[in-house]
Antibody
């Protein structure tokens, strides 16, 4: 059973950098899966941020691409998200998820999510 | 971006009811459509992938159909644990994957 666990600061100052890590257990990050970040502002819907493969290949949401970096650490079986120049609009629950290719690419395993608030 | 529009945005129903939620894509996405259930304070849970395939462990009262631009999620007989918010998501185009705005299913 694959498990994902997000970690990182719950409070980030405006114009600062949001940094989160997703630890993967019960499976290898070097498997044939991509690994994604998805966020959800309070009371709103889901927004895909980007994804990474264990080789380091990435895809990003064009709406966030200039501010996002996703990286992978195979030795620690984890991947990370950095979002720069944050504003209050970046306040959200951030989820990490595994991308499974099964007919349609889907998110089959999710972390429990971590709330990041952007405030001074 | 491919826009996903769900209807209705909210729905009131009773235990035992048959419920249908619709998702429409702004362009054809073949069968690259998934459905998720989200309960308050929890991560989304995959229910249906590739338009009609039931994820392992998901009760058979959930079913999906459609292709191209129009899709439906049907719950054949609502159970108390089914009251939640449901999202569709397309993966026809990676840049970016997009979700519908959600349908909140409430108890009547």
């Amino acid at each position: 059973q694959v498990q994902l666990q997000e970690s990182g600061p719950g409070l980030v100052k405006p114009s600062g950098t949001l940094s989160l890590t997703c630890a993967v257990s019960g499976g290898s990050i070097s498997s044939t899966n991509w690994w994604s970040w998805v966020r959800q502002p309070p009371g709103k819907g889901l927004e895909w941020i980007g994804e990474i493969y264990h080789s380091g290949s990435t895809n990003y949401n064009p709406s966030l691409k200039s501010r996002v970096t996703i990286s992978v650490d195979k030795s620690k079986n984890q991947f990370s998200l950095k979002l720069t120049s944050v504003t209050a609009a970046d306040t959200a629950v951030y989820y990490c998820a595994r991308v499974l290719s099964a007919g349609a690419l889907n998110f089959d395993y999710w972390g429990q999510g971590t709330l990041v608030t952007v405030s001074s | 971006d491919i826009q996903m529009t769900q209807s209705p945005s909210s729905l009131s129903a009773s235990v035992g009811d048959r419920v249908t939620i619709t998702c429409r894509a702004s362009q054809s996405i073949s069968s690259y459509l998934n459905w998720y259930q989200q309960k308050p304070g929890k991560a989304p849970k995959l229910l249906i992938y590739a338009a009609f395939s039931l994820q392992s462990g998901v009760p058979s009262r959930f079913s999906g159909s459609g292709s191209g631009t129009d899709f439906t999620l049907t719950i054949s007989s609502l159970q108390p644990e089914d009251f939640a918010t449901y999202y569709c998501q397309q993966s026809y185009s990676t840049l970016p994957y997009t979700f519908g705005q959600g349908t909140k299913l409430e108890i009547k």
